[in-house]
């Protein structure tokens, strides 16, 4: 079952960069790139530095795939499927995120 | 002790006995020696041949050839300031002048020699010297100061290196030469005298074929010099370098053989008559000759540790060739410079204009060479040195080695046409082999090779060869040394630099657009942000620039482990008010914050959390403080000793520059970040020549030094100028700033920079001081840009709404991360960590 949520509207979100909204008690890292008008999201936790950072990351791309950069210890992490670069045993949820006329919204259930 | 060991002692702690000790505790056999040595001078070995160093400004301690800790190390006892003053060849002892006396099982002779002064009447008034050791360079020191005037006896090497150091003294300068011509030993008539025209034309005054016949009272100066031709020179001072003798006077005391014009005899194992005792360095004489070079002499210290092992190595003479600045003018000789070999053929070139004499000795088979002389222009020296030490058969017109190349076809050698055998570094035996074995086993910088190797770490004049061995092999290798910054840019970031500058580039996607690839990543993005930072100072976080910055710029804070941030204010100099400090106390409590006065002279004020931060700084700003930029590659602190306003030693006022410096640089974006440090006198309480720009005052003025640093590799900083008043200092640094930030790499440091760059400290002084690139104004309008456009990132920030809506924690909620928890420890708090959730109390901030 798939269920969206809007959580803010796209000028909330920052070019090229990320933010993180609290969704559900959950913190989400929502990243914007809107040359290519695409969107990502990310669990914001960063198992490496154990702390919520990762909307705070520089984004941009790995051999054509979009990552972004902790901003603590700098691991890559795949923006579409939360795959750590540098660690294949490490995942973070990735979740869907689309941006309906002006709403950004998201779906939790991820699988 | 353990008495199963032998003794060993080795007389004198010069430059070759010191490089024998340091061959020897490298070498197994250290372990079955107890290891004595008598030191005459009142300080263990330093480096003689860059003694004029002492000069311009380098101390002792600076010239010094021990590691720290050496002789404690590998337990070595040192007789300091003892001389060794008798030989019991029966009793095989040693009694010093203190009167100690010692067996030895083996003896090395390492005496070295003394400045030979001409026996003429007068040669022992007070203002005649010689130019040897630190305190012989002391006396001129003090001499000088009351003379206007000085001679140096002697037009050899030394003694054209001793009237330069005459003539920076402020000394009108004279070399006065027996021979018809300056160094008569190694340059031809014509090299001599086009030498003299350019030595002439730098304001010293050569006087050749001249034979002192007596020195006197003089009328003007102190002394008066009169010559065998009748005519008479005045002069204050007068400095002796008119060759130098073997002090074999403790090996003829014991009945050692030596030769009839001095020398103590050695074979092809140094030893000498007596097979117990070995002689090394500038007191031994092989074959009929005395050996006045280092190199040489480190070579017979390590046939000495080879023979000790029982290893086969023989000393079988060695290479005089050499090549150096002298007074600017580039002199170099080369094997048979005089042609006397049998059938020797010679060509030579020579240019009126430009002022260059080049000449070469060919086998009468034109095959091989022989030697060569270069005055005016020594550039082709590595490449004849290699044709002639290894014998490498010569191209079919030779004179093509000595004439300019007009085509793009160059006389030059590639190092792959050098076998492996051949001799790259003669100062520490280096062969083109070593270096290849060093490359394979990982080393890939000149850096590297020097550390591994030591090539390039004595008298320095191999280091263009051993950069050109270094790329060719690892262009050999398929290391094709890629230099792309990353897979989004195929350029360096020297050539992004141009790129930007030229183009007037402003943006990220300006760049990538016009010279890259793809989205960009968290290489090329901060570095990309940075250059634009450089060149145009624009505030970090514009919309389009703050995407790009590195995590703490991007939130001008230094993010900590658990994801808050540290404010670190600036205190220029590290001076500041009670005021001041009171706010900072008053800052650092209400937002809780735990509070630390950093290595940098200055306070830290650390978890808050990136919300706080605005607030934070709004209190700091209102009360006066600006961004310390402790979050950007770019300038940090400069650090200051408290200096002459308070400092019973003081010689300026060193917190008023270090101010001023770190104001005129404060907020400079740089490829690393760079600190300061200014001292109030040579004490240097501020260290700095730990820093990447260092600042010592002295009675005479500011001494700048470069490149150093602390952190993972320590290195101390490079005396760069001496004598500086502070507009040229400002000058200088404003340069030397610039072109760094022009051509360093990405998070490179000046140490690393300045050890990679062709030519090394002596290249960036002729960019800086001599501007011979003719890029200084455009260095110091670069700088100046930067100055003017100065702004607090923090002002601007809390003064625009729009740029605060990235200090929040989430977009849609005014919650706080509910990760971050601290825990008191100390009076102070900190991050929880998971094992302390157990024993302590967890602090819920508000
Ligand atoms: C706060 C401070 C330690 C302290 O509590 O005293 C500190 C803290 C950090 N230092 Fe440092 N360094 C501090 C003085 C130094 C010093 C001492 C000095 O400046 O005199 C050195 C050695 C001197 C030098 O740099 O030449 C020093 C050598 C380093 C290095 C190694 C640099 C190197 O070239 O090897 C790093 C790592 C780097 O920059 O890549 C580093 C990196 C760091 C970072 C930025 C690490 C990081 O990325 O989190 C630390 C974060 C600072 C923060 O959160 O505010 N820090 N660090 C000092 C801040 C001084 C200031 O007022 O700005
Ligand atoms: C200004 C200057 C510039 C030079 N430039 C160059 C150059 O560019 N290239 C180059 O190759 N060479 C150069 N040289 C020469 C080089 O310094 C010498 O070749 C080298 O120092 C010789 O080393 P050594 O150990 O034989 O002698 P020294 O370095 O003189 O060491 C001998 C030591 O033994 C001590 N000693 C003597 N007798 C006793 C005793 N009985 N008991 C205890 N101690 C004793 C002496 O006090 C001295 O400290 C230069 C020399 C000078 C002075
Ligand atoms: S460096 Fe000199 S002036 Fe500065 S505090 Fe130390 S002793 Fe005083
Ligand atoms: S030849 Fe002197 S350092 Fe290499």
Redesign the interface.
Known sequence: MSHWQTICEVDALQANSGVCALVEGQQVAVFYMPKSQSVFALHNYDPFAKANVLSRGIIGDIKGEPIVASPVYKQHFNLKTGCCLEDETVKIPAYSVRIDQSHVQINLDYD | MNTSKKTLVVIGNGMVGHHFLTSLVNSPIKETYHIVTFCEEPRAAYDRVHLSAFFSGQTADDLSLVEPGFFEQHGITLHIGDKAAQINREEQTVLSDKGVLIHYDTLVLATGSFPFVPPVPGHDRPECLVYRTIEDLEAIATVAQKSKVGVVVGGGLLGLEAAKALHDLGLKTHVVEFAPRLMAVQLDEAGGALLRHKIEHLGVTVHTGKNTQLITDGEHCFNKMCFADGEELETDLILFSAGIRPRDDIARACGLEVGPRGGIVIDNQCKTSDANIYAIGECALWNGMIYGLVAPGYAMARTVVADLASQPASFTGADMSTKLKLMGVDVASIGDAHAKSQGALTYTYQNGDLEIYKRIVVSADKKHLLGAVLVGDASGYSTLLQYCLNGIELPEHPDTLILPSRSDESGGLGPDALPLSAQICSCYDVSKGDICQAIEAGCSTVGDLKACTKAGSGCGGCAALVKSVLNSELTKQGITVNTDLC??FAYTRQDLFTLIKVEKITTFDDLIEKHGH?????I???TVASILASNWNDFVLK?EL??????ND??LAN?Q???TYSVVPRIAGGEISPDMLITLGQVGKKYQLYTKITGGQRVDLFGAR?EQLPLIWKDLIDAGFESGHAYGKSLRTVKSCVGSNWCRYGVDDSVGLAIELENRYKGLRSPHKIKFAVSGCTRECAEAQGKDVGIIATEHGWSLYVCGNGGMKPRHADLFATHLDKETLIEYIDRFLSFYIRTADRLQRTSVWMENMEGGLDYLKSVIIEDNLGLCEQLEAQMQHVVDTYQCEWKTTIEDESKL??FK?????D?A?D?IVFIEERGQLRPAETKDQKHFKLVEVA
Do not use: M, T, W, Y
């Not at chain 2, 793809?518 to 968290?522: A, Q, S």
């Not at chain 2, 703050?546 to 995590?551: F, G, I, N, V």
């Not at chain 2, 924690?809 to 909620?813: A, E, G, K, R």
């Open positions: 897979e989004h793809g989205l960009g990543c968290d090329c993005k901060p919309p703050a995407p790009l910055q590195d995590s991007a939130f993010i482990k658990d994801g990136v809506k990235r924690h989430f977009i849609n909620s919650q991360d990760n």
